[in-house]
């Protein structure tokens, strides 16, 4: 689904008119709808405003997606995926534990150019299986923040003012 979908999907569960959206990011009516149905881009300097606005997790994810291409997280749209918070906590565990199985069965201590084919193999599969568990937490914070009514941006925020007080990062 394009960004311009998610926007609209994000808009209408923040209940917000495409007049009042426009008004928040200096954007007119029209051309919210323009982006919204794909015959315009958002525009990147928007974007971000865009994201604080909405404080939506799969817009988020959307609009990160957007920037970097298929290297990040998607919204899980398929005919297969019940995005309900039961089933997804369920699935996140899930994903969670056999990421940890698989990172478990391999070993980093020695050197990379060291690793035989079998081991090489056995890392892919074990990134693999980290990036499904990375997808499915991505999915249940944007779904439990959705659902509860809870801030994405201040999460995000307050992760980061973590992150920083312990000197994880400078800024």
Known sequence: MALGERLKEARDAAEMTQLEFGFEINMSRSAIGM???DKRKLPREVTKKAVEVLDDGFFAMAAAE???GYSWVPKLDG???DLHRASVTMKTQ???HEALEAIRRVCVANHPRSMDKYSRAELKE???QVVDAIVALSTYAAVICREYGLSWVK???DHRKKLKERGYVKA
């Open 35 to 37: 982006i919204e149905i």
């Open 66 to 68: 957007e920037a970097v």
């Open 79 to 81: 005919e297969n995926v």
């Open 94 to 96: 899930e994903e969670l």
């Open 126 to 128: 074990s990134l693999l």
């Open 155 to 157: 999460l995000w925020r």
